[in-house]
C-alpha cells in the first residue's frame, strides 16, 4: 500500500523557516515527479513546487509566489522529498500536501492536482503576523 507522510508543519513568525518533509512508502518514487501543493481555509488547494526524476538530482519548478523563497529537494535512496520554505509569510499559512506521480521517467510539468496519483494527509503551516 502507498503511503505519502508529511511532517514538519507548524506556527512561525513572519520571516521565519520551516522544512517539511514527506516520506514515500509502499513503491519506490525515485522515477516519479513529486510535488507539494497547499490549501487555505475557503481556498482551492494549490500548486507550489516539484521535483522530476533525474539521475542527477531532478528539475525543479515552483508557483511564482514562492520562487525565491521555497526549495524543493528530494533523497532518492531514502524515498523522501523536502520542502525548504524561507522567509514565510501571512498568506503562506495553509494545509500543505505532498503529492506523488506514478508514471516514470517523465519530465513534463505537472502543476494541476489530477496529474498526481498519490497523496499525503496533509501538515498544517500556520504563519503569525
Known amino acids: 500500500q502507498v503511503q505519502l507522510v508529511e511532517s514538519g508543519g507548524g506556527l512561525v513568525q513572519t520571516g521565519g523557516s520551516l522544512r517539511l518533509s514527506c516520506a514515500a512508502s509502499?513503491?519506490?518514487?525515485?522515477?516519479?515527479?513529486m510535488g507539494w501543493f497547499r490549501q487555505a481555509p475557503g481556498k482551492e488547494r494549490e500548486f507550489v513546487a516539484a521535483?522530476?526524476?533525474?539521475?542527477?538530482?531532478?528539475?525543479?519548478y515552483y508557483a511564482d509566489s514562492v520562487k525565491g523563497r521555497f526549495t524543493i529537494s528530494r533523497d532518492n535512496a531514502k524515498n523522501m522529498v523536502y520542502l525548504q520554505m524561507n522567509s514565510l509569510k501571512p498568506d503562506d499559512t495553509a494545509v500543505y500536501y505532498c503529492?506523488?506521480?506514478?508514471?516514470?521517467?517523465?519530465?513534463?510539468?505537472?502543476?494541476?492536482?489530477?496529474?498526481?496519483?498519490?497523496w499525503g494527509q496533509g501538515t498544517q503551516v500556520t504563519v503569525s503576523s
Open positions: 521535483i522530476t526524476w533525474s539521475w542527477s538530482g531532478g528539475t525543479t
Open positions: 509502499g513503491r519506490t518514487f525515485s522515477r516519479s515527479t
Open positions: 503529492a506523488a506521480d506514478s508514471t516514470y521517467y517523465s519530465s513534463r510539468r505537472r502543476v494541476e492536482q489530477g496529474e498526481y496519483d498519490f
